[in-house]
């Protein structure tokens, strides 16, 4: 499959082929199998934000024990290691600036 040029906005959960306003954050080249991945990723972590906004509501319920939060921040790990695979060197070098992807699996 040949790959084309996206543009992304992780905390929009945007991705595009057309540049407008600010979804230009990171810049990926991208099979549409590989973009079809990062959506999912992108909806689960937004499925998994409701539900830590439904569990902040519950007091009783602790951040640290938030099955939800950690499915996120899981989730959004994988996209920003996909985003960084995928990525042009200036993507890359942001991810790697932010330290996100720590565990050495760069």
Known sequence: MEKKKFYINVGAGEISQEKFNNNEEFIIHATEDEVAVLRDKFNLMHE???????????????????????????EMTQAYRMIHQLGEPETKAHIEQMGILTDGHM
Do not use: E, L
């Open 48 to 74: 998994a934000g409701i539900k830590t906004f439904f569990r902040a509501h519950v007091p009783i319920n602790p951040y640290h024990n938030d099955k939800s939060n950690d499915f996120y921040d899981d």
